[in-house]
């Protein structure tokens, strides 16, 4: 499992090569995209959680994710989170 920052740099370097097979690149179409599917992405967590799937983490983890994307697009580092 990648912690925070070794994702955060494999989104970054794919950001800048554009490998074509690559889906995290593909979100990294833009912004407006990217943050569409934060939204449906935290719906999705709200439901499962309010539901008590067994989902909730895999729909958590998915979240987490695109926020990361997120981040590598915006170049945020997780400092300028923990801010």
Do not use: N
């Amino acid at each position: 499992m990648k912690d925070v920052e070794a994702l955060f740099a494999e989104l970054t370097e794919k950001s800048h090569d554009q490998p074509e097979r690559s889906d995290a690149v593909r979100e990294l179409d833009g912004v407006v995209q990217i943050g569409k599917k934060i939204t449906e992405a935290s719906t999705e967590v709200q439901i499962a959680c309010a539901d008590e799937t067994d989902d909730a983490a895999m729909e958590i983890s998915q979240l987490l994710h695109l926020l990361q994307v997120m981040r590598a697009v915006q170049d945020i580092s997780l400092e300028d989170v923990s801010r």
